[in-house]
């Protein structure tokens, strides 16, 4: 049934709520699909897309509570100032922070676990279990598609990405790796603020790659950077044979000078 309103909307939007609504697995699932348009065809990716970067935040005394269940610190003794979500993801939201060692004041991304994700993500990973056996025994046309399979990679990507030790290592690897690569950079890993359900990492100051508006706005040359982007997969994935597996547009930044710049580590190929 329909909320009031709701058919007045766009297609792509009530899309979009119906996945948030089910939860943040849900919302993965979507994400997932909206790579994926050779399954669910263009217009339903596209309509998905805004999944990748555009989801609710949890409150703010969730995300305090949880950086100090793994840092074992309040965030006043650990930032000098700790602002609102700006981003939200299906797994995790950040924060803008400053800290301050012996090297001086820097300002810094602060990336927080969901509350209770880990948990809900078992519980929703037997649906999804379940809906992909139905679909092969009752859809045959679909078996070629092999949703269990689907469900088996989502599972082990998630796992992995529940781990942000295992991000802030891979965005380390990353990092030595293509240090000597001009128009390419990873942000610095700022370790002693790391655990298993928090990571702070360097801030980067850019456009956001979902934002080809303000992409333009700011005067980059669109065809140099497209070239960009597909330059460094291929040069990380064929020299390297270790490359960011989760490169949409939710996930570059272009810096002020042109430097494309990859956040969110989850998920490596």
Known sequence: VEKRGVANDSRANRLSAAFTACGPNWVKLGQFLATRADVVGPAIASDLSSLLDKVPPFPMAQAEAAIRAELGKPVSDLFETFGPPIAAASIAQVHKATIRDADGARTVAVKVLRPGIRSR?????????TGGALMERFLPGLRRLKPTG???TLAA??????????EAAAAAELAENTKDDAGFRVPRVEWEYTARGVLVTEWIDGTPLSDMAAVRAAGHDLV????TVIRHFLRHAMRDGFFHADMHQGNLIVAPDGTLVAIDFGIMG
């Open 121 to 129: 993500f078992l519980v929703d990973l037997r649906c999804y279990r």
């Open 224 to 227: 140099e950077l497209g070239a």
């Open 150 to 152: 689907v469900v088996d």
């Open 157 to 166: 990507s998630v796992a992995l990405e529940m781990d942000l030790r295992l």
